[in-house]
């Protein structure tokens, strides 16, 4: 299994310095990945770590690849509609160029309607706008010359550049907890990226998963990771605990059952309330639970 770390540049005071010391001591710690989160403007009565102080996630991806040298550099996830297919392209490829080919790509159809409808964005078009984007951004990275005609979308007589290191392209994660997501990763993504599911239905959506790629003449299913929060506690968590709380050994011991399940990746969101508080989080899941699963 490998881990990712998602970076805090959201619901924690904003501090540059704090930010370069944690991308760097993920990379020291030996992780895989650091990952970005997606919101752009959040309805005030919804109460959500993401309400305030939120970078913004394009810029700080491509300040964690020029602070970095090593880990991949996911996006954990953007939300398809929110902006012009070709531009997001265009801005990635540029991240996986400079990075020296380290971009993993999450998208998803997303779900904050008051988000939308402050973008201008129809939410009830949202799945088809993710679909068609998903085929967009392949397309421009694949055949750059290549024209293209769909609902939203079309263009032709045109160059696009720059073109991503990884070939044929970067990976495309697809998020969501629903059937309808897994589908979507099965059609357009290289991985299915759901958050924060118990192993028990993620070894249920994953068999799903293998028999519609089965349906679909896909040989191998889309790679399996989550987005989890771990939560440690000075003693055993009981019975009613939530998944990947409680000792480092309980911890390891969930991890070891979602290895049963299926799961590939592990992208860690610590859901830390200070820099220095998601510092403590990675160090110690480092340092206690990752070596006994490796």
């Known amino acids: 299994m490998e881990f990712g770390v998602c ?3 959201y619901g924690v005071p904003i501090d540059a310095e704090g930010l370069r010391r944690f991308a760097a001591r993920v990379e020291e710690l030996g992780y895989d990945s650091i990952w970005v989160t997606d919101h752009i403007i959040v309805p005030q ?10 970078l913004e996630p394009f810029a700080v991806l491509a300040h964690v690849a020029a602070l970095t040298r090593r880990v991949k550099l996911g996006t954990s996830v953007i939300i398809l509609g929110y902006r012009n297919p070709i531009v997001v392209a265009k801005m990635l490829a540029t991240v996986d160029v400079l990075s020296g080919g380290r971009l993993i ?3 998803a159809a997303g779900w904050m ?3 939308f409808a402050a973008l201008g964005v129809p939410f009830e078009q949202r799945g088809k706008l993710a679909n068609e984007y998903l085929q967009v951004i392949r397309h421009l990275w694949t055949q750059p010359t290549a024209p293209f005609q769909g609902e939203y979308v079309h ?12 070939k044929p392209s970067p990976p495309i994660w697809v998020g969501g ?6 589908r979507r990763a099965v059609d357009y993504g290289d991985g299915w990226h759901p958050t924060q599911m118990g192993p028990d239905e993620l070894a249920k959506e994953a068999a799903y998963m293998r028999e519609y790629s089965t349906s679909k003449g896909r040989p191998k299913p889309p790679l399996l990771s989550l987005r989890g929060r771990p939560r440690f ?5 009981g019975a009613e605990r939530r998944p990947l709380s409680g000792t480092p050994q309980q911890i390891a011991q969930d991890l070891a059952v979602y290895q049963k399940a299926g799961l590939e990746y592990l992208v860690m969101d610590t859901g830390a309330r200070s820099l220095e508080e998601a510092l403590r ?4 899941f480092a340092r206690e639970v990752r070596p006994p699963v490796g």
Do not use: C, N, W
Request: no cysteine; charged share 30%.
């Open 7 to 9: 970076i805090p540049h």
């Open 45 to 54: 009565g919804l109460d959500i770590v993401y309400k305030e102080r939120m």
């Open 105 to 107: 790509f999450g998208a």
């Open 113 to 115: 309607e008051g988000e």
């Open 155 to 166: 263009f032709s007589d045109v160059v696009f550049s720059p073109e991503p290191v990884q």
């Open 177 to 182: 907890r629903s059937r309808r997501a897994v």
């Open 233 to 237: 506690t000075d003693g055993a968590a």
């Open 281 to 284: 989080t990675i160090e110690r």
